[in-house]
Nanobody, 121 residues
Framework: QVQLVESGGGLVQAGGSLRLSCAAS????????LGWYRQAPGKQRELVAA???????NYADSVKGRFTVSRDNAKNTVYLQMNSLKTEDTAVYYCHLAKRDSGTGYLHYYWGQGTQVTVSS
């Protein structure tokens, strides 16, 4: 089992910045499936940003140029730097990890508890 703990959420004015952190209880060195999802009121959970084991990144179109995902394998931590925040970024943000079972080869998915990000106008 892998535990994920997010931190860094809060209330910020539009145009401001926040940095979210996700600390994993196990090594993330070899984990290829890492990223951040968010869920806003009335919306389904959506992928915001993902990062591979070689630090290749992918972003939702709505956050490109504003958000940056990174990882520090030595600290077992994934980050989401959010700049130029907009009111539509308001959501609960979840850290996500996908890990393949060594015996079955199946993927197991893990989620953090979520951290609220609220952007005011």
């Amino acid at each position: 089992q892998v535990q994920l703990v997010e931190s860094g959420g809060g209330l910020v004015q539009a145009g401001g910045s926040l940095r979210l952190s996700c600390a994993a209880s196990r090594s993330i060195f070899s984990i290829n499936g890492l990223g951040w999802y968010r869920q806003a009121p009335g919306k389904q959970r959506e992928l915001v940003a993902a990062i591979t084991s070689d630090s290749t990144t992918n972003y939702a179109d709505s956050v490109k140029g504003r958000f940056t995902v990174s990882r520090d394998n030595a600290k077992n931590t994934v980050y989401l730097q959010m700049n130029s925040l907009k009111t539509e970024d308001t959501a609960v943000y979840y850290c996500h990890l996908a890990k393949r079972d060594s015996g079955t080869g199946y993927l197991h998915y893990y989620w953090g508890q979520g951290t609220q990000v609220t952007v005011s106008s």
